[in-house]
């Protein structure tokens, strides 16, 4: 994973809280948790532009995630507030780029940076899509700021 | 389980979306992930009263879940709102029992009915208390509308 | 829950270990952990008399869980064997039950006993079929053991 | 992350088996899923070597990860097989890093590639170890055949 950029002014945050089923053993939250949250928030991001990702499915797309890449500096513990930072980078393939920065509430510390990377596929067939069919191409141009 | 109370007006109402992690290949929610739901519910609740379950676990006791029940009536799909409504009843003894009712959130329909006890154990020897100890005695108090 | 019958000699064995994603932050596997092994197993033991479940599934039959009970009665730890017992009851309705008994392996002492109940549903309309198809229906008397 | 090695023909092999949970509404393995059986896969490799991962943690060392990167090539569908193919990769530090190869069990076909790095840490301070202590050293050195 490259260096990740800063998270832009206008990501979206999703808020976290640690709750005991996320941890483990440690006292902390377990690693892969932290990727159930990533995808809440891209969905609660896409929600917040007035996309719901059901359609989509609905709509015959489906969009497994493709690439993912996770890089844990400080850990959160149990009863912690923590913010999903969460942005998509515009590409020039039909794949998504998500980025995310998770940060300790209070401090704003960033924990934990990640990049997941979606690609559309026909549901169907499950072959990739070479060209985004609405109404995900329109929804993309506005969650892109372009719409 | 026997039949379950109706849930209070009282009841703690903590809101849900059902995101692609929470649903098995059958589009719904997987079983198994509404006692996920059902312990933030409970440890929310209890936030709400001021009260931080890692605090509990950091002065030496810990809540083990010793009894649980479900009954499904319903599914909730992928992309719904619903709202877990949680509610302690006051029990004899030192245990913890919840209840739920976890509700489509537009047509308040009951979908997942649960209840779940918990026992105050020693942290260290994990034997069972006889008797809780502050601060949860005076927390559990407030809960039941009694402090 | 009626006092769970002592597992027969016949119940099925699925080995687990507690591996660090199945605890909490008591270091002891969280609750609702039990859940998905149970499911396990059951899927596995009809794997062991020749069913593969994921074939119910495409022959149009769904099985969704209508209730679940789990009673805990010690904590499994992390890096443990354990073994998790599971046999059907038969039933004189279409509906299919299984009991468990979870016993740490080296001691056989009961840890997590539990009940689960599924219902068997047409996966397009998602109705309770009054009957069992085939070839559930010759799948089920095999594992009760009439087959 | 770079293009990975290719699986050594001593890589250790983890047998799975996609159940139910590990599904989501695509009727595919969720993809965070993959995340839980690379640790259940590191573990059992240890293990095989006379490696008990919770002795490490009793003995007061942690082994957090640090840095985590999968890509997902193929589906793995409800109720196939499939083989978790491990490997940890020597490092001038005192880092861990595991390699990934899960493949389909009939085609051998690789579905999912990973990464994952962990670092030691010191359980009561949580600061990163600059030294392995023992028995972690000289269980490592086993582990990557030079023991």
Chains 1, 2, 3, 4 share one sequence.
Not at 5 to 34: K, L, M, N
Not at 87 to 102: L, N, T
Request: charged share 20%.
């Amino acid at each position: 994973m490259s260096e990740p950029a800063i998270a832009p002014e206008s990501a979206f945050e999703y808020p976290i809280h640690v709750y005991p089923h996320h941890t483990d053993y440690a006292g902390i939250v377990w690693h892969g948790t932290y990727i159930n949250w990533m995808e809440e928030a891209r969905v609660a991001c896409l929600q917040s532009q007035g996309v719901n990702f059901a359609d989509w499915i609905e709509a015959g797309v489906d969009l497994p995630v493709v690439d993912l890449s996770v890089r844990y500096r400080r850990s959160l513990v149990m009863g912690v507030d923590a913010i999903v930072k969460a942005w998509a980078v515009p590409q020039k393939s039909v794949r998504i780029v998500w980025q995310y920065d998770i940060q300790e509430q209070t401090t704003r510390e960033s924990c934990v940076i990640g990049t997941v990377t979606l690609a559309p596929i026909d549901r169907a067939s499950r072959r990739v899509l070479r060209r985004l069919p609405e109404p995900m191409k329109s929804d993309l141009a506005r969650l892109y700021g372009g719409g």
